[in-house]
T-cell receptor, first 114, second 112 residues
Framework: DADVTQTPRNRITKTGKRIMLECSQT?????MYWYRQDPGLGLRLIYY???????NKGEISDGYSVSRQAQAKFSLSLESAIPNQTALYFC?????????????FGSGTQLSVL | AQSVAQPEDQVNVAEGNPLTVKCTYS??????LFWYVQYPNRGLQFLLK??????LVKGSYGFEAEFNKSQTSFHLKKPSALVSDSALYFC??????????FGKGTTLSVSS
């Protein structure tokens, strides 16, 4: 089945370390997104990409960077991780053209920064 | 900039009773509105959307939502709640050409 796959599923790292979260999709969608989920704060948009050459900051992009390596791959990096970046991270995709419609989410990456 | 408010952190309802989960939005333009559900240890799943047309939108699992432009609301409803509806519900809004912005979520608890 076409899917949105996030790796790793869980990661524990230390303050100051560089870490990359990866997302790949087999849905053939042009648009990809990174969100983080924190209890009581809901989902907040970090970065999004409407095609391979397009990268846009979201609500909370500070401390994060992204790379759209191909239509199917969208990676999120934390250059120097800090404890308040501990969260559940979701990658999502949607079809291209026009208004954003239905999002398809990966299973999430639980990141803990000690 | 667009934003979404879900005024209730938690909604409790007895099985068989109707349920409502509230959502209000703020955008400068015509909104696209969505509801998603998250079951424990799972990613988010799409329930329904409003883009244009009929103000009453029907979605998955018997849920529906009503778009009210004058009140800038998009409340999620179901006539008869099931215990299996217990989950975390998110409202989201976007404008043409922008990504979805989500609310903080409302935990729905349905008791038997």
């Amino acid at each position: 089945d076409a899917d949105v796959t996030q790796t790793p599923r869980n990661r524990i790292t230390k303050t100051g370390k560089r870490i990359m979260l990866e997302c790949s999709q087999t849905k053939g969608h042009d648009r990809m997104y990174w969100y983080r989920q924190d209890p009581g704060l809901g989902l907040r948009l970090i970065y999004y990409s409407f095609d391979v050459k397009d990268i846009n900051k979201g609500e909370i992009s500070d401390g994060y960077s992204v790379s759209r390596q191909a239509q199917a791959k969208f990676s999120l990096s934390l250059e120097s991780a800090i404890p308040n970046q501990t969260a559940l991270y979701f990658c999502a995709t949607s079809k291209g053209q026009g208004a954003v419609e239905k999002l398809f989410f990966g299973s999430g990456t639980q990141l803990s920064v000690l | 900039a667009q934003s979404v408010a879900q005024p209730e952190d938690q909604v409790n309802v007895a099985e068989g009773n109707p349920l409502t989960v509230k959502c209000t939005y703020s955008v400068s333009g015509n909104p696209y509105l969505f509801w998603y559900v998250q079951y424990p240890n799972r990613g988010l799943q799409f329930l329904l959307k409003y883009i244009t047309g009929d103000n009453l939108v029907k979605g998955s699992y018997g849920f529906e939502a009503e778009f009210n432009k004058s009140q800038t609301s998009f409340h999620l409803k179901k006539p008869s709640a099931l215990v299996s509806d217990s989950a975390l519900y998110f409202c989201a809004v976007s404008l043409a050409g922008t990504a979805l912005i989500f609310g903080k979520g409302t935990t729905l608890s349905v008791s038997s």
